[in-house]
T-cell receptor, first 114, second 111 residues
Framework: ETGVTQSPTHLIKTRGQQVTLRCSSQ?????VSWYQQALGQGPQFIFQ???????GRGNFPPRFSGLQFPNYSSELNVNALELDDSALYLC?????????????FGPGTRLTVL | SQQGEEDPQALSIQEGENATMNCSYK?????LQWYRQNSGRGLVHLIL?????REKHSGRLRVTLDTSKKSSSLLITASRAADTASYFC???????????FGAGTTVTVRA
C-alpha cells in the first residue's frame, strides 16, 4: 500500500508568481484535503475534494484553487503569490469525506515566497 | 481562526516520565482527534475519540474528553526520546468533513 506523496519537497517563488503543488492520495482513498501550516502554527484547512468535486473550503481567498483527478490525485494552485503564503503545504487523504475518518498526511511541500 | 487550543505550548520532560497536554475547543463536536508531527513533516494520526466517549486508550496513549468543558487531554506514559514531537488536537466543529487544528504542544523528551 503506497502512502500519500507530495511534490515538490521544496519550492522557492517570488511575489506575484503562480505555483502548483501535487499530491497523490493513498490507494483506495477518494478524498483529499489541503492544509497550510505557517511556522509555529497548526495546519489551517484550505479545502477538500471528494470524487473530483470541491466539498468544502476554509477561509482562503479564491487565488487558492484546486483540482482532483479521476485517480483521486490532487493539485493545489496558488496565484499571485504573497509573502504570507510562505508555509508548509500538507495534503491528507482519507477513505471518505466524513470527519470521523483518520486522515493520512503526506510529508508536505515547503513553499518560500521571496 | 483555530478551533482548538493546546496547553501548554511547550513541555520538556525526562525519559520515562509521563507527558500530559490539554486541548480546549469552542464549538460542539462530533469527534476529536490527536495527531503527532515530527520536525515540520507530515502529521500522523494517533487516536480519535467520539463525542459520546469519555476515555480511550491506545498503547501508551490515554485520551479523555469532557464535552461539558469542551476540553480533551492526551497523556503519554513512560515517554521515550522518539516521542519528541509536536502534538495537535483536531476537531470537526460539528461539521461533517472539515478538521480544525490547534497550534500544538511541542514535547521534548530528554534522555
Amino acid at each position: 500500500e503506497t502512502g500519500v506523496t507530495q511534490s515538490p519537497t521544496h519550492l522557492i517563488k517570488t511575489r506575484g508568481q503562480q505555483v502548483t503543488l501535487r499530491c497523490s492520495s493513498q490507494s483506495g482513498h477518494n478524498t483529499v484535503s489541503w492544509y497550510q501550516q505557517a511556522l509555529g502554527q497548526g495546519p489551517q484547512f484550505i479545502f477538500q475534494y471528494y470524487r473530483e468535486e470541491e466539498n468544502g473550503r476554509g477561509n482562503f481567498p479564491p487565488r487558492f484553487s484546486g483540482l482532483q483527478f479521476p485517480n483521486y490525485s490532487s493539485e493545489l494552485n496558488v496565484n499571485a503569490l504573497e509573502l504570507d503564503d510562505s508555509a508548509l503545504y500538507l495534503c491528507a487523504s482519507s477513505p471518505s469525506m466524513w470527519s470521523y475518518n483518520e486522515q493520512f498526511f503526506g510529508p508536505g511541500t515547503r513553499l518560500t515566497v521571496l | 481562526s483555530q478551533q482548538g487550543e493546546e496547553d501548554p505550548q511547550a513541555l520538556s520532560i525526562q525519559e520515562g516520565e509521563n507527558a500530559t497536554m490539554n486541548c480546549s475547543y469552542k464549538t460542539s463536536i462530533n469527534n476529536l482527534q490527536w495527531y503527532r508531527q515530527n520536525s515540520g513533516r507530515g502529521l500522523v494520526h494517533l487516536i480519535l475519540i467520539r463525542s459520546n466517549e469519555r476515555e480511550k486508550h491506545s498503547g501508551r496513549l490515554r485520551v479523555t474528553l469532557d464535552t461539558s468543558k469542551k476540553s480533551s487531554s492526551l497523556l503519554i506514559t513512560a515517554s521515550r526520546a522518539a516521542d519528541t514531537a509536536s502534538y495537535f488536537c483536531a476537531t470537526d466543529g460539528g461539521n461533517d468533513y472539515k478538521l480544525s487544528f490547534g497550534a500544538g504542544t511541542t514535547v521534548t523528551v530528554r534522555a
